[in-house]
């Protein structure tokens, strides 16, 4: 059985090669990095190196929180879909679309077809999108999937 990290690893190179054939001509850099303490991978969609004000697209797959035990009280094997989230930048006021819609649903349709819990965060206007940008505040949208809505109730 793959700990879960592998799985969220499998995952993230198997996004990162849809978004290569998919989003290439928004995005031409796509990098794959990890969070320092947790592992989880990291993938940031650019126009070129991540700026403000322009396309960046930043995204976390990590294992969906777990709280069952096994028979022996130990932590049990996670067996659920994993949480993405993803981090753009507000449009400012008056000015035109950062992210259009075009650019910005192949990135959120990949990932709310496999089951995931979806979470889209933005960060403020003139702040580059990135993991620290992920916090409940910058919340704006959380996308399940209808089939297996039990996941959201854990």
């Known amino acids: 059985m793959a700990t879960t990290t592998a799985k969220a690893l499998a995952f993230s ?17 796509i990098a794959q990095t990890f ?3 947790t592992g989880n991978p ?7 190196s991540p700026a403000f004000s ?5 995204v976390r797959i990590r ?9 022996l009280g130990l932590a049990s094997q996670v067996y659920t879909p994993h949480v993405i989230d993803i981090c753009t930048e507000t449009n400012g006021a008056g000015d035109p ?4 819609t075009v650019e910005l649903l192949p990135v959120i349709g990949e990932c709310v077809k496999r089951g995931t ?8 206007n003139g702040v580059v999108p990135a993991i620290g940008q992920i916090i409940d505040a910058n919340l704006k ?4 999937d209808l089939y297996w809505s039990a996941q959201k109730a854990q």
Not at 43 to 48: A, E
Request: aromatic share 10%.
């Open 13 to 29: 190179r198997e996004l990162i090669d849809l978004w290569t054939k998919e989003v290439s001509t928004s995005f031409a850099s």
């Open 35 to 37: 969070e320092a303490v």
């Open 42 to 48: 990291i993938i940031t969609l650019s126009d070129g």
């Open 54 to 58: 322009e396309k960046v697209v930043v």
């Open 63 to 71: 294992p969906i929180p777990w709280t069952a035990t096994d028979i």
């Open 97 to 100: 679309n950062i992210l259009t």
């Open 117 to 124: 819990l979806v979470n889209w965060y933005q960060s403020a």
């Open 141 to 144: 949208a959380s996308f399940g």
